[in-house]
C-alpha cells in the first residue's frame, strides 16, 4: 500500500493510478465546430465594436499593419510544417515522435483553432466595422483587417489539420 502525500496512511488510489482517466477508452475527442463558432463570433462582435468605442471615446481608430498578417501567415506556416511532420511520423515514414511530444502538439493545436478563429473573427468584424464609411483611409484599415483576418482563418484550419494528424490510428499500440 503506498501512502497519499498528504500523510493519510488510510488513503488508496483508485486501479490504474492517482491520474486515470475516467472517460470510457480514454479519448480525446476533437476541437467541436461550435466551440470553433463561438470563438469566431466573440471575435467578430468584439471587432466590430472596437471602432466604435473608439468613436464613442474620441479616439482615432486601431491602425492594422502588414506585419500582423505576416505573422498570422507565418504562424500558419509553422503549423503547416509541423502537421505535415507528425502525421508522417506517426504513419511510420519518420521517426515516432515521443507521447509527451504528440501531446503538446495537440494542446498547441487545440489553441491554435480557438486562438486562430477568435483572431479571424475580430479582424473581419473590424472590416466589417469599416463598412458604407467612405474614405481611403477606412479602404486601407478594412482591406488590412481582411487579409489579417483571412491569416486568421489560415491558423485555424493548419491548426485542425495538425491535430487531426496527432490521431493515434485505431490499432497502433506501439509508442
Known sequence: MS?????????????????RDERPGG????TTQAAVAVTFAVGLVGGWLVRRVASLSERPAPLVTWSQALVLFLGAAILAVTARHTGRALDGRQLRPEPYRLVNRLVLARASALAGSLVAGGYLGYALSWLGVASELAG???GRAVLAG?????VLVMALWLERACRVRSGDDSP
Open 3 to 19: 501512502r497519499d502525500p498528504s500523510g493519510d496512511p488510510h488513503h488508496e488510489e483508485p486501479p490504474g493510478g492517482p491520474e
Open 27 to 30: 479519448r480525446l475527442s476533437q
Open 140 to 142: 486601407q484599415r478594412a
Open 150 to 154: 483571412l491569416g486568421g482563418l489560415l
